[in-house]
């Protein structure tokens, strides 16, 4: 069968509708019985040999073209393989009622789930495609799922949703605890007992209750805001100190810990893994901590990934069994993303 | 006891080179049976109370004071709870033949093996010490171990080396093999067999012999440049594409794959690693392959790592069972730089 190309739309007649729609979910039938197809769609068609050429071009001709792009045809193609079925979500691409946004990305497919077609409207996923290299704002995640095709046309596929961060840890804390401000930490040399041993604020410097405890210079700042810390220049003193550390960075992380600590969870540091923080939602004693469950990275809302670095945190995240979040972070407000993998 | 500084120099007399020196490796005897100490080898007395006072400063005062780099403190006190003896090594304060800097980076602090001492000359570690925020040259690594202050005042040892990159993967490459240039990567719709199959040059769009098959723009630019692939442009247009996907991170990137390959070792995209090469050093079959080995990060030579950043890439390599290795490379030069976790 042959198939035309007019102005981006590709058009196959006789029984293309029953032989490509009605049974295998490509394309939109259109008045006259004749099948509407989308680029991407007719060649994973002249791929398989079920179309002979469309505007005269082959597989690789058309893939080639301008009409078509590679990396929407790998990720199309690897869906296929996988099972499903899936449509491209462009324009009038989609049957009505399907949403062709999702939180301002743009969606390149909508995936059925398997054993449904676009027939059912029932959805699986939200695609969208990127290159390895195409930056990513992460103001656009949350409800999509992300198809990343890298260099050697490989597939890695990461769930984006937008989370409830909650907790049940928190405790009362003390007054006007003294403090030493250092270079890049404080020092409380007399600690009450639950502000470690409960609250988990900071880390002792040798295992044994009622030494010196030592505290970063956010945890410092969260405590003296609340009049818990008593340090000489009051929390002006740590947050210049802070600032002088790491600038703007300081005030966006120190606003992601507050709000953590607001919903009842522990942030730690999570240098280890290279993250801002990790986190704990039920501490109630020290002596009883379970793993932490989050990664947290913070970062500013208008922040753009680069797809290779998204990999790197949530296969890190994937082989410490935590889930990865990003706290996106612009002025007071606060949007939580987590990013996962996921196998189709 | 009591003891004095003088010009950054702590003295103690009475029998504090029997106590301290003799029995527990610290400081540096002087004429007239007089010890002299490092800062902070005196703090840590300070703080185990083996020193009343240093100019009359508490442990306290003393630490806090300009004297005294906190992050020093924290790693020599770590070391020292993990059973080692070590001297600081500013300055003259190692014995001689001991070299007080290794490949260009400030060594902190020489570690002797536990049970030896600085009377035996024997070191097991150069330490240097970071903050957290303290940029790294990569240039500086190779002969160090990298002690990292977190914000937490945790500790992460980092080990580095100057590895040997070798392997007896290696084809005789076919000549003149037809390939299309697309956006980001290019086909070889009739590929020879061995070209995949055991140079594992390339992804093959299907899992079928004899299918096409994909070659990222770096293994293109390879072969090319080899006569291996015959592509319209040539070598010339492959490189404009790369350049224009990713500028000079290309070249360089290129660089480094060109060297592994000449080393008879097989890079392969590191992206699911969020690293630049997964690397295979004995291919023989694509049927019979076994785990890669390293993950291969390519930067510039003056690059300077965020200690951070490097404590994650080391992480996820080794949750994956992998040696994290960074290419450095400058025009033509690539210096080999491991980074692996270590516990003293």
Known sequence: ????????????????RER????????????????????????????????NSVDGQSFRTFLTSAAVSETAFLVYKD???????????????????????????????VVYPRGSGPWDGEVAYCVAVAGEREPVPAASLGDIVLAVV?????????ETARPDIEGTSA???????????????????NPPAELYGRGFYGQ??????GEVLQLSLLEAAYLADRGALAVTGGVEAVLACGRDAEGDRFDRRLRAYTELRERGVVPKTGFKF???FRTYAHVES??????????????????EFAPRDLALDVRLAHGVRKEMVFALVDGDTVEWVSVGRLTP
Chains 1, 2 share one sequence.
């Open 150 to 158: 890298d260099e050697e046309s490989e597939i890695t596929y990461l």
């Open 79 to 109: 869906l296929r393989d996988r099972g499903f079925y899936l449509s491209p979500a462009r324009g009038a691409w989609v049957a009505d009622g399907v949403a062709i946004e999702r939180g301002g990305a743009a969606v390149d497919f």
């Open 1 to 16: 069968m042959d198939a035309t190309l007019t102005n981006g739309v590709v058009r196959a007649g006789q029984n293309a």
């Open 204 to 209: 002792r410097l040798d295992d044994q209750d």
């Open 171 to 189: 405790i009362d804390l003390p007054e006007g605890v003294a403090a030493e401000l250092l270079d890049e930490r404080a020092f409380v040399w």
């Open 20 to 51: 490509f729609y009605d049974s295998r979910g490509y394309g939109r039938p259109v008045d006259g019985g004749a099948l509407e197809l989308a680029p991407v769609e007719a060649a994973h068609l002249l791929y398989r040999g079920d179309l």
């Open 274 to 276: 290279g993250a801002d």
């Open 286 to 303: 020290v002596d009883d901590l379970g793993h932490s469950e989050l990664l947290v990275r913070v970062l500013a809302a208008d922040h």
